[in-house]
T-cell receptor, first 115, second 115 residues
Framework: AQSVTQLGSHVSVSEGALVLLRCNYS??????LFWYVQYPNQGLQLLLK??????LVKGINDFEAEFKKSETSFHLTKPSAHMSDAAEYFC?????????????FGTGTRLLVSP | NAGVTQTPKFQVLKTGQSMTLQCAQD?????MYWYRQDPGMGLRLIYY???????DKGEVPNGYNVSRLNKREFSLRLESAAPSQTSVYFC??????????????FGQGTRLTVV
C-alpha cells in the first residue's frame, strides 16, 4: 500500500476560488507529514509540516492543512487562489527504515489557476 | 546562503555514455539524498547517505552509483546511460537526529535527457 496517496493529478481553480488538494496517508505509518511545493523549473520547498502540536497547521502563502486521524487525511487548503499558486504540490511522509529517516512522496498534484 | 547546489542544470547524453551529477550543501547537514522525478510518479529515492562515509540504496538504485565525498558533497554517477534514465534529478539534504518531522532541503534539479 502507498504510504501517502494524492487524489487527482491535476486540479483546476479560478483565481479567488478555494484550493483543496487531497492527501491520505496509510494508517500503518506514523504521521510525520509534509506538504512541499514545486514551482516551474525549480526544486521543492517546504510549505508546511505536521508537528502534533495542533491539528490545523499553517504554512507559507496562506496555505494550511488539517490533520484528521479518523480519516487518515492531511488535505491542503487555501481560501483564495492566486495566479502565482500555479505549481505542483507534493504530500510526503517520513518513514523510519533500518534506523534511517526517509522522506516518501506522493505522486503530486498540479494546480492550475485560471484568471 | 546557497543551500543545496546541483550541477549541471541540463545535460543531454547518448546511450552508453557516463556522467556524474554533482551536489553540495552548505548547511552542515549529515544526511543527503538523490531522487528522480518522473511524470505521474512523484519523487523516488535512488540512493541516500545517512552520514559521511555511508551510502545505501533507495527504491530505484539500478544503473546508478554514488559517492559521499565528504560531509558537503554527494555525487550520483551513471556508468552507462539508458533512455529510461531520462528524468529530472534532485539532490536533497537534511539534519537527521532532530526528529522525524525534520524537513529536507532540495537543489534546483538536473534535467537529464538520454538519446
Amino acid at each position: 500500500a502507498q504510504s501517502v496517496t494524492q487524489l487527482g493529478s491535476h486540479v483546476s481553480v479560478s483565481e479567488g476560488a478555494l484550493v483543496l488538494l487531497r492527501c491520505n496517508y496509510s494508517s500503518s505509518v506514523p504521521p510525520y507529514l509534509f506538504w512541499y511545493v514545486q514551482y516551474p523549473n525549480q526544486g521543492l520547498q517546504l510549505l508546511l509540516k505536521y508537528t502534533s502540536a495542533a491539528t490545523l497547521v499553517k504554512g507559507i502563502n496562506d496555505f494550511e492543512a488539517e490533520f484528521k486521524k479518523s480519516e487518515t487525511s492531511f488535505h491542503l487548503t487555501k481560501p483564495s487562489a492566486h495566479m502565482s499558486d500555479a505549481a505542483e504540490y507534493f504530500c510526503a511522509v517520513t518513514l523510519m527504515n533500518t534506523g534511517f529517516q526517509k522522506l516518501v512522496f506522493g505522486t503530486g498534484t498540479r494546480l492550475l489557476v485560471s484568471p | 546562503n546557497a543551500g543545496v547546489t546541483q550541477t549541471p542544470k541540463f545535460q543531454v547524453l547518448k546511450t552508453g555514455q557516463s556522467m556524474t551529477l554533482q551536489c553540495a550543501q552548505d548547511m552542515n547537514h549529515n544526511s543527503m539524498y538523490w531522487y528522480r522525478q518522473d511524470p505521474g510518479m512523484g519523487l523516488r529515492l535512488i540512493y541516500y547517505s545517512a552520514s559521511e562515509g555511508t551510502t545505501d540504496k533507495g527504491e530505484v538504485p539500478n544503473g546508478y552509483n554514488v559517492s559521499r565525498l565528504n560531509k558537503r558533497e554527494f555525487s550520483l554517477r551513471l556508468e552507462s546511460a539508458a533512455p529510461s534514465q531520462t528524468s529530472v534529478y534532485f539532490c536533497a539534504s537534511s539534519d537527521q537526529g532532530q526528529g522525524m518531522n525534520t524537513e529536507a532541503f532540495f537543489g534546483q534539479g538536473t534535467r537529464l535527457t538520454v538519446v
